[in-house]
Every structure is written in C-alpha cells, then in structure tokens.
C-alpha cells in the first residue's frame, strides 16, 4: 500500500534562493513511483503527456482522486520525450482549430498553474511559402483559420527574411523565400517538464503513478472492460482509457478490436549547441523540413515520416539525409555544424490526420490517439477532453467531433492539405 | 536504404516501393453496410511485429506483390506476388 506523499515545496524564485543556500538539501522527490493498488476508479494506459495530464484533469476537475497511470517504461520516454516540442493551433477545419487553440491557451497558463517552468515560449513559427502556389493555398488557409478565431498572418518575403535572416534571400536558390504564414503565439517548450510538471501535479492530489507496468490484457466481464492484467498483476478499475499513440492498434488488438491507424516512425535531431542565431520556428511546406533553436542553443530539426509502417524507434537514414539537404538549402551557414543526436518515435498516423477520442468498441475502454505528428502541442487539451470522457461517459463539447463513428459517418476532418505535420 | 526482394525484379531499394496496407484485407460484398465499409477502408490491423502486407513496385515493374515483414525489426521474411 503507498503511504501519503511527503508535502511538496513550492517551486520559486525564493526557494531556489533559498536552496541555494541550504546547498540543496531541502528538495523533496516531485513525484512517487507506486506499487498499484487493487483497483482504481480509473486507469489510464500510458504515462506520457496525454495520460498525465488526463490523470491531472481527472482529479483536478472532475474530483477524482483513485486514478492511476500505467506506464511500460519511464514516464515521458516515448514521443513524449522524442518529439521537437512545438506548439501552435494553425489548423484549417474549425474543429481542430477549437481543441488545438485550447490547447496553446492552457499552456500559456501551465507553468503557473503547474507551478513548474514548462520554458512556453512563444517565439512564434513560420511557415514558409516558397512558390506563388504556396502563397495562395496559404492565404486560403489563413482566411479559414482567421474565421475560427486564430491568430495567423501572411507576412511578405520582406518580413519572412526578417523573422529568419540566416534563410538563403537569393531569388534563384532552391527554396526561394516568396512570404511565410506566421502564428506568433505558437512556439516550443520543455517537452520533459511538462510531463515532468503534470506528473508532480496529479502526484500531489493523489494520483498514482506507477511506472514499469505493461499492460498485457483486458480482464473482461460480462462484455465489459473491467480490469487490465499486467506485469504487476490484474487491477480493476471503473473505467480505463488509453493514451499509448503509437502502441494503440497494439491494445486495440489486446481488447479484440481493429483502429485506423497506422504506425511509422517520425524521426528528430540536434545539432552542436551554438550563440542565439535563430529567434522563431522554421517550417517548409514544401519539403517537410523545419528547425527551431532550445534553449540549450542546440538546433532542433525534424521533417517528414519515414515512408515504411514501423514499430522500430528510429529512423532511416534516407529521411534524415533528406531533411538536412533541405534545412542546408535553406539554411547555408548550418551546413557547417555538427549533428549530436538523431531518433526516433513511433507515431500513430490516422486517415485524416486527426485524433482519435471517444468509446472503444469494448465498453469501459475509451481511446486518445491518432495525433500523429503532433500530439505534443496537444497535451492539455488532450488531457482536458479525455479526463471530460473518463469521468462522465460522455464526449467533452470539443471532442465529439473526433469519435471514431467519424468514418463511418463520413465526416472526416482532413487535416492532411496543411502541408507542416507538427 | 533497405533492400526488398521483388519477385519480379530481385533485389531493389525500398524507395521504389509504395506501401499498401494489409495483405489480408477482403473487400466486401456491394450491398454492406457503412460499418463494414468503414472497416474495410479505413480500419487495418498495423501489426507490432510480423505482418503481411501489400506493396506497389511503383519505381519498378509496377506490380503489386506482398510482403511478409517484421515492423519491429524491419527484417523481410518473405516476398511473393500479389495472391488474390
């Protein structure tokens, strides 16, 4: 059984002075690893952002206190801690724009309501249009976007040469520089302090964490779910969600039902750090790549998918070839750097490029998945409408739309012609 | 780069191929429901671990050939022309 958790120090410029000078022995641990109890009110599957932060909402919002996460490994060691950490809501269908723009504005209110620095900066991204085509798809898609309430704007290639002044400016280069669709409050943040963050906040109001624990089975009564059997035994619970991105179709099949998706590999990489030389996020739509700088100085770069169904974990080697062409052409001093890491996570790529929420074909099981390339901007209000399912049954006003009964309605919501996947 | 064996070909970069879901897929019968239709279009098993799976030798002789792979290790097990 797991005792009461020690009383947690608020995190703050005077604690840090403070022990600073005790020589940081006062810190208490942010969070307890648990052994599970028998049974929980509900369980969560997967211990990344989504599922913390469902965990946080749950006993947060909706008052309930025996929650527990489950985690295979370590909390945030899957896309979690792999993606490259951007955050925006520029998305075309007026439903996407409602769950993604709730999502930036919890995180503008995180790291107070968290009490713990997430690093949401909001240096704004860019996305570059390099041909007359782009620029009139772009302004079609600023124009819906606008119509929902986002904050995005067509810059001139003048502008966009400003934002990103080391961007190659020469008219005849590979990717010429023709303007840009620019949301300034998108932007990066600490990937791991926001698990980090959401897994101390839903610690102190009682949630369990439990790492190493792997769900191997659906203990099923009566045609409902009931129980997961796990590495560490069966636990019961009322109801039980899942947040496992690129392990879903891996669950689903446990729970003896078939999702649409699709696994593959998104793979990212730094490189050396350098001097502050790049202020917002570059993304092309041509080509898939973009590139933004941490904090650290280090150049985070990504692209597109690798093109082969993957469960590996890293990438091929002929899309980060690629990726580096590209970011080289448009970029020409960065040829010169060093890369330090590069890998991969597995993400679950739906139809339309949409989230799965909603019921599962198996009663008391409920599913958040399919973000796909970009479930890290998404964690809030991901966490917000899936804690909404799990504590009443029923769909959060901004999740309905992303049932599952969607293709079979038709009513897809292509998210697939916005060009950037992140 | 990966190297698939079309049946056709031989060996042959992986980038001359365009995935096509599952292998195992039956098309169902004009008269089904939207439910089943949905499952068939949409709806895949995306196994961890062996799967059979559809392949267009885009690049190539443009054939459709099915390949029996590892999506975890990526090993190739078995490739052989389009059975149905």
């Given at each position: 059984m797991s005792a009461t958790p020690p009383r947690k120090s608020h995190y703050s410029a005077w604690s840090l002075l403070r022990e600073g000078l005790r020589g940081q022995?006062?810190?208490?641990?942010?969070?307890?690893?648990?052994?599970?109890?028998?049974a929980y009110d509900v369980i969560v599957i997967g211990g990344g952002g989504h599922g913390l932060a469902t965990a946080y909402y749950l006993a947060r919002t909706h008052g309930i206190r025996r929650v527990a996460v489950l985690e295979k490994g370590w909390i945030g060691g899957g896309n979690t801690g792999r993606n490259t950490t951007i955050i925006r809501s520029n998305y075309f269908n007026p439903q996407s724009a409602a769950l993604y723009d709730l999502s930036v504005r919890l995180y503008e209110g995180l790291s107070r309501e968290l009490n713990y620095n997430i690093m949401f900066s909001q240096r704004a991204i860019?996305?570059?249009?390099?041909?007359?085509?782009?620029?009139?798809?772009?302004?079609?898609?600023?124009?819906?976007m606008r119509i929902s309430g986002i904050d995005i704007e067509l810059v001139d290639r003048r502008e966009a040469l400003a934002?990103?002044?080391?961007?190659d400016a020469s008219p005849d280069c590979r990717w010429p520089v023709r303007g840009a669709l620019v949301q300034r409050r998108g932007g990066t943040a600490r990937h791991d302090a926001v698990a980090w963050g959401y897994a101390r906040a839903a610690d102190t109001l009682g949630v369990h964490?439990?790492?190493?624990?792997e769900v191997q089975g659906f203990e099923i009564e009566a045609g409902r779910a009931v129980g997961v059997r796990t590495n560490r035994g069966t636990i019961r619970a009322g109801r039980i969600g899942m947040a496992v991105a690129g392990n879903s179709s891996v669950l689903a099949e446990l729970g003896g039902f078939r999702l649409p998706l699709q696994s593959y590999t998104l793979q990212a990489m730094v490189s050396e750090p350098l001097e502050p030389c790049l202020h917002t996020v570059v993304m092309s739509t041509s080509n898939g790549a973009y590139v933004s700088q941490s904090d650290k100085g280090e150049l985070v770069i990504g692209g597109n998918l690798d093109r082969n169904p993957s469960y590996a974990q890293r990438g091929s080697?002929?899309?980060?070839?690629?990726?580096l062409s590209t970011l080289v052409e448009m970029f020409p001093s960065f040829a010169t750097l060093k890369l330090m890491r590069q890998w991969g996570g597995t993400v679950d790529a739906s139809p339309d490029n949409s989230p799965?929420?909603?019921p599962t074909p198996l009663p008391g099981l409920f599913l958040n998945?399919?973000?796909?390339?970009?479930g890290f901007k998404a964690i809030p209000a991901g966490g917000?409408?899936?804690?909404?399912?799990?504590?009443?049954?029923?769909?959060h006003p901004l999740s309905a739309a992303f049932d599952l009964s969607r293709f079979t309605t038709g009513a897809l919501i292509d998210e697939s012609h916005a060009g950037v996947q992140h | 780069m990966q190297v698939f064996p079309c049946p056709f070909c031989g060996e042959r970069p992986d980038a001359e191929f365009r995935y096509g879901g599952d292998a195992r897929k039956a098309r169902p019968a004009r008269d089904c429901s939207d439910a089943e239709w949905a499952q068939y279009m949409h709806f895949r098993a995306n196994t961890r671990g062996e799967s059979l799976e559809l392949w267009l030798h885009a690049a190539g002789c443009g054939r459709w050939i099915e390949i029996r792979r590892d999506t975890a290790s990526h090993v190739v097990i078995a490739t052989e022309p389009m059975n149905r």
């Open positions: 022995r006062g810190w208490t641990p942010a969070w307890t690893d648990r052994d599970p109890d028998p860019m996305e570059i249009a390099h041909t007359d085509a782009d620029l009139e798809s772009m302004a079609r898609a600023a124009n819906a934002m990103a002044p080391l961007m964490i439990i790492q190493g624990c080697f002929a899309v980060t070839q690629s990726v799965l929420i909603g998945c399919g973000w796909g390339t970009g917000t409408v899936f804690a909404h399912l799990l504590a009443t049954g029923n769909h | -």
